[in-house]
């Protein structure tokens, strides 16, 4: 089969490679229909996360066809329409009874990452009862891709570790996938007013589209003091969503007495955290890695079309333009890239 081989940092390429076979009872292969790219993969490319070893297909993200079925796995058969969770879960250890599947004790994220991942014509999942979900007939595909990292992702590390609430001041630091993402999300609990921050003009113009009440475009402003002048003490809840210090930083100069800052963003270093001025404002802080545990309920708001993640996706690409998809991803704001489709056509 045909899969994106991590060869190293800055390396990777559309290789032939053997198909995987089932190696345990509880696994599951799966024919990819379609996946996508994450900007964990261009970390992993970049060799910022080393546990990633050379020769490891990459991806955590896709639909499929399940093709086969280890012997004890008993809610899938040959045939099923299925969405692939980032996060592999047992659904008996400890963590997994505590719905903290990240931390499973036989799973967590190790698709394309410890195992070969879903940038390929197959992947083995393991623990499949608890990691797939089934498609319901008739559902867009492309919308439950969305499903797999990103959306869930924004709602329980950004939405819920946030505590958003009806009326709430909230304030998203970062308007790629993961941001856009929590911006669509916290919508679910009307919260008064929605402001966007990032330094792409036409990822802004979009997060207008999907519900933004302001947005600020923090290469041209000052955007912490914006949000202190426009608020009366700053916001309820601060999602940030991109890594990097003057982010995080963004978010404690804007967090009001008693509110949250939820940290959804991959950090590579530390942050200068301003205890000293923070201690006595009551407030909140949060991280995570996603549990996943909110898939079912997202995709009942997909199918009734409350929720529309489809409109995070900017490209399409066929599995033999693998490589040029992930230039076009690398490049986002000169392409205007949010989330690209990959399908196996
Ligand atoms: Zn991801
Ligand atoms: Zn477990």
Known sequence: MKALVYHGPGKKSWDSVPTPKISKSTDVIVRMLKTTICGTDLHILKGDVP????????????????EETGETVSNFKKGDHVLISCITSCGKCEYCKRQMYSHCEDGGWILGHLIDGTQAEYVRIPQADNSLYPIPAGMDEEALVMLSDILPTGFEIGVLYGAVKPGDTVAI????????AALLTAQ??????????????SRLALARKFGATEVINSAKAD??????????????VAIEAVGVPQTFDICQQIVR?????????????SVDFQIQKLWAQNITLTTGLVNTNTTSMLLKNVESKKLKPENLITHRFTFDQFLHAYDVFSNAEKEHALKVIISNT
Not at 188 to 201: A, Q, R, T
């Open 223 to 236: 955007a912490a003091e914006q949000i202190m002048a426009s608020t009366k003490d700053g916001v309820d």
């Open 173 to 180: 630091v970062g308007a790629g996938p993961i941001g856009m």
């Open 188 to 201: 679910f609990f009307s919260p008064g007013k929605i402001i966007m921050i990032d330094i792409d003009e």
């Open 51 to 66: 546990e990633v070893t050379s020769g490891r297909i990459l991806g955590h993200e896709g639909v499929g066809i399940v």
């Open 257 to 269: 007495p008693g509110g949250h800052i939820a940290n959804v963003g991959v950090h590579g270093k």
